[in-house]
């Protein structure tokens, strides 16, 4: 008897495969440095990258004003040109802030927004539903859903994922809740594009028929990633493999020692891109412990530090 399942194959994804989420640098007086941004998003789309995330959480989107958040996204349309989708983050949580954010990222040439769950409201499923609906509505531009209960509070059920798949504009998911079978349902049930939200589950997400990645780590090691992407998109297991593999200890120096923003600038700065490592509070630069574990790691990937 023939069954309801689909069986993905998003090797044509509306995003591409690989995706950073972008940091925002800030000059030692704490402006943006938009040259340094602008050489970042060229250097990512030199390494592979096929769209760029502006203003996301590692991009510190919480402490960035609004007007700022525009022009990050115009600095990048004109860097990238055609070459990269540029996706904006547009997410708060507050839904009529969200509205605006919608509106003012289509007016900057955006190709996407990225929303996330509101957090901290707490919000029933009803009301998520509602939510991204009012915000996919607001502006002519694709969605793509973040799912990351650690940072929300709450994880977006996967009946509401399936409903709000339904909406024309909603063509994307970025999971990082880490539960396999609600992922695999909502790859069965949907045309949805999944990415994984977290970096370590890219090889895992992308045998299931996932499209690819939103990453962190990608901002140092893109041409790896794009090497294990590849391996993917034409069978080549073994080739894969050996990508996520050494993969491993620059994901844990990029994720688990400090906040991504910070990690990613300290080794920016460190890889001589002329990155300055500030952040804005309430997120500090690392301290010389972290430092430290950040470069063990490196240096176990083989990286000369």
Not at 101 to 110: D, F, P, T, V
Not at 115 to 140: E, I, L, W
Not at 257 to 270: D, I, M, P, T
Request: glycine letters at 8%; proline letters at 5%; aromatic letters at 6%.
């Amino acid at each position: 008897m023939e069954g309801q399942v689909q069986h993905p194959d998003q090797t044509d994804p509306y995003f591409g495969h690989l995706i950073t989420a972008m940091v925002t640098p800030f000059t030692p007086d704490d402006k943006i440095d938009f040259d340094a941004f602008e050489a970042l998003a060229v250097r990512l789309v030199d390494e592979g990258n096929d769209s760029l995330v502006v203003s996301g959480t590692t991009g510190e989107t919480s402490t960035l004003e609004d007007h700022e958040k525009e022009s990050l996204v115009r600095a990048a349309k004109s860097a990238v040109g055609d070459r990269a989708k540029v996706i904006a983050g547009t997410a708060t949580n507050h839904t009529d802030h969200d509205l605006l954010m919608a509106k003012r990222a289509e007016r900057a040439g955006a190709d996407g927004q990225l929303v996330v769950t509101p957090y901290y409201n707490k919000p029933s499923q009803d009301g998520v539903f509602a939510h991204f609906t009012a915000v996919a509505n607001a502006a002519d531009l694709p969605l793509m859903i973040y799912d990351i209960p650690g940072r929300t509070g709450i994880p977006i059920a996967t009946e509401t994922i399936l409903k709000l798949a339904e909406h024309p504009h909603i063509m994307s998911l970025k999971d990082a809740k880490n539960d396999i079978t609600a992922t695999t349902e909502v790859l069965t049930k949907t045309d949805l594009e999944v990415y994984s939200g977290d970096d370590q589950n890219v090889l895992a997400w992308m045998a299931m028929g996932a499209a690819g990645v939103v990453s962190v780590t990608a901002h140092v090691a893109s041409p790896t990633f794009r090497r294990m992407i590849d391996a993917v998109l034409n069978y080549e297991l073994r080739e894969a493999r050996i990508a996520h593999g050494e993969l491993g200890p620059v994901i844990r120096a990029m994720m688990t020692r400090v906040q991504g923003a910070v990690s990613c600038k300290q080794v920016l700065n460190w890889l001589g891109t002329g990155m300055h490592p500030g952040v804005r509070l309430p997120l500090v630069q690392a301290n010389e412990l972290e430092k430290q574990l950040i470069i063990a790691d490196l240096r176990e990937a083989g990286w000369q530090l």
